[in-house]
């Protein structure tokens, strides 16, 4: 629905940062972001999934500022996350949205809270850790038709060379899920009730 749309708006935004992060022309990102995640592809796994597939959204002065997908079985999956970063700024746009739904997988008795990969960059890795994530290392494996991925890293590194030329799974067992980092997230919330940020969260399960 309309929220996924705003979600997408974010996705598309964030790729753009991400691929200026990694020496990726803004034209191969966009083709093969949309490749991958198209729209209708989450629409469809969001009709399929129902109420296991859950979008959430802050807003901030009426527009959106950051967002989520998270899957629900067993354990909770955070498998998308995107942010419009000058609107999120020093707003906890971010934050809010992973409270929101660390406590719907607190609700729903999910045994783990997969925070998603973070890759190798150490700001992502500090954001989760504030909710009490862990780091697991594991193998990846991609298995690919035609030599997709080989094409895509040597297309990176040509990239960076030519711009350097021109100048956790978290643990939610119980709800101190958490653990320490809960009055933290408290105050976080009560700093922005009390600063009166134009926030509005929504979450909507298909």
């Not at 700024?89 to 949205?97: H, Q």
């Not at 998603?116 to 780091?135: D, N, W």
Request: net charge neutral; hydrophobic share 45%.
């Amino acid at each position: 629905g309309e929220l996924l749309e705003d979600y997408y708006s974010l996705f598309l935004i964030s790729v753009d940062r991400w691929a200026q992060i990694q020496h990726e022309p803004l034209a191969l990102a966009h083709a093969r972001a949309k490749r991958r995640d198209p729209l209708n592809k989450l629409q469809s796994i969001g009709k399929h999934l129902g109420e296991n597939f859950m979008v959430t959204v802050a807003y901030f002065d009426g527009k959106p500022a950051a967002g989520s997908i998270t899957l629900f079985a067993a354990t909770a999956h955070d498998t998308r996350s995107a942010m419009d970063k000058e609107r999120v700024a020093k707003t906890g746009a971010g934050e809010l949205v992973q409270w929101t739904t660390i406590q719907r997988a607190c609700e729903r008795g999910c045994a783990f809270y997969h925070l998603g990969e973070s890759g190798e960059s150490l700001v992502l890795a500090r954001f989760k850790e504030k909710f009490g994530a862990l780091p697991q290392d594991y193998a990846e494996l991609r298995l690919d038709r035609l030599p997709w991925t080989r094409v895509d890293a040597a297309l990176r590194r040509t990239a960076a060379a030519w711009n350097a030329s021109a100048h956790v799974v978290a643990h939610a067992g119980h709800c101190p899920l958490l653990g320490d980092a809960a009055p933290v997230v408290a105050r976080h919330v009560e700093r922005w009730l009390l600063e009166d940020h134009a926030f509005v969260v929504e979450f909507r399960r298909f």
